[in-house]
């Protein structure tokens, strides 16, 4: 009975790796990184998604599982549809950026504007995507944890935590490598990095439309 379940949580590592690299879920993090470049940038942006979403996980397993609530339905499908919206608004709001940054003027302003927002900058805006996806996408994840755990509370603890784990080192590797291609592609050609901005911006806006034509 103890290996089963060790079997069956450690099969949480291995779902919650692959649940974290859903079109969304990248779609949303490569977006908000777009702006700028830089490995240890783009790899706090996906901690921050990771813990957000691993957060509303196990908050909704206690809830579910510890206290027998039940989310509502309407909740989980509002969620759903906020991903699309986010998704669509996170697009058009980089498409901003990047036009707003292109008419900043000479390139001593622009590297100056860019430090100062460097500086400034904190990956809220990640953290709270994440807790949106977590919400979302909730039913999905937990719907196995009845089966593993057989109602004991510990194990359903123990599962979702190792389930966030697989989340949050596969966004992790995805980070590496997305911080690594953006630098070298910046590096490469600015005029090449700039489309590639907009290629990011312009998917998350169609993902987005899709994602929310098939909740509503």
């Known amino acids: 009975m103890l290996s089963s379940s060790i079997a069956l949580i450690g099969a949480g590592f291995s779902l919650g790796f692959v649940h974290a690299l859903d079109p969304d879920h990248v779609m949303a993090v490569s977006a908000l990184s777009s702006e700028k470049t830089g490995i240890r940038r783009t790899l706090l942006y996906c901690a921050s998604w990771a813990l957000g979403h691993g957060g509303v996980l196990l908050a909704c397993g206690l809830l579910l599982f510890g206290l027998g609530f039940r989310l509502p339905e309407a909740l989980q499908i509002s969620a759903e549809a906020s991903v699309g919206i986010l998704l669509i608004a996170i697009g058009i709001m980089c498409f901003w950026r990047y036009r707003s940054r292109s008419g900043e003027g000479s390139e001593l302003e622009k590297n100056r504007l860019l430090k100062t927002r460097g500086q400034t900058g904190k990956p809220r805006a990640p953290l709270m995507v994440g807790m949106l996806h977590g919400l979302a996408g909730s039913a999905s994840a937990l719907a196995l944890v009845p089966v ?3 109602g004991q ?11 966030s784990l697989g ?37 998350s806006v169609v993902l987005g439309s899709y994602w929310l034509s098939q909740v509503v």
Do not use: D, H, P
């Open 153 to 163: 509370l510990v194990i359903a603890v123990a599962y979702i935590l190792v389930f």
């Open 167 to 203: 989340v949050l080192l596969s966004m992790l590797c995805f980070g590496l490598g997305l911080g690594t291609v953006q630098l070298k592609l910046q590096r490469f050609s600015e005029r090449w990095f700039r489309w590639n901005q907009y290629l990011i911006a312009s998917v």
């Open 148 to 150: 593993i755990t057989q």
